[in-house]
Each structure stands twice: as C-alpha cells, then as structure tokens.
Nanobody, 116 residues
Framework: QAQYEESGGALVQPGGSLRLSCPAS????????MGWFRQAPGQVRAEVAR????????DYTDSVKGRFTISRDNAKNTLYLEMHSLKPEDTGTYYC?????????WGLGTQVTVSS
C-alpha cells in the first residue's frame, strides 16, 4: 500500500512562495512518473505538474507555468514543488501521487491558502 506524506502548505499572501515536500513510501518510486495534484474548494482534484522518473522531463498545467517547479530526489524517495508568485486561485489542498494514479491510495494532502 502506497503512502504519501505531503507537507509545506501554509497561509501566504499573494505573490508569496512555498515549497511542498512529499516523501513517498512506494518501492518503485525511482522508476515512476510522479505528479502534484490540487483540489480547490468545490472542485475536483486535478494534476498541476508532473516529472518523469529521472527528472529530465517535466510538464505543467498552463495556469502554473513559469511559477511552479517540480523536482524529485530519488535517493530520498521525495517529490517537491516550488511555488512562486502565488495567486488566490492557487488555493487548495495539494497531493502527490504517481502518474497515472494507480490503486486509489492518496495522502492527507497539504493545505495552501493564498489570501491577503
């Protein structure tokens, strides 16, 4: 059973920055494409960024391009998300998981709230 422990969320003002972390207890982490997902209030959970197994390929949803950076440390089985120039519409609960998601295991997520 996969386990994800997202952390790093906080209440920040517009224009602020945060770094999210996600240690992942999956035996094949270093071979998996991983992603960050966001669930905004009243909306379905959606992917915002993904990174391939060795970190050489990344992709972002249009709304976060140029502001968010996804990275990984395979030696630590950990996924990261650097977020800059945060906007109120970035508010939500952030989760990490494999891409595609398999098995339906999710962590508790970490809450990011962007508000003045």
């Amino acid at each position: 059973q996969a386990q994800y422990e997202e952390s790093g969320g906080a209440l920040v003002q517009p224009g602020g920055s945060l770094r999210l972390s996600c240690p992942a207890s999956i035996p094949t982490f270093s071979s998996k494409t991983m992603g960050w997902f966001r669930q905004a209030p009243g909306q379905v959970r959606a992917e915002v960024a993904r990174i391939n197994w060795n970190g050489m390929s990344t992709d972002y949803t249009d709304s976060v391009k140029g502001r968010f950076t996804i990275s990984r440390d395979n030696a630590k089985n950990t996924l990261y998300l650097e977020m800059h120039s945060l906007k109120p519409e970035d508010t939500g609960t952030y989760y990490c998981n494999t891409v595609p998601v398999v098995g339906g295991d999710w962590g508790l997520g970490t809450q990011v709230t962007v508000s003045s």
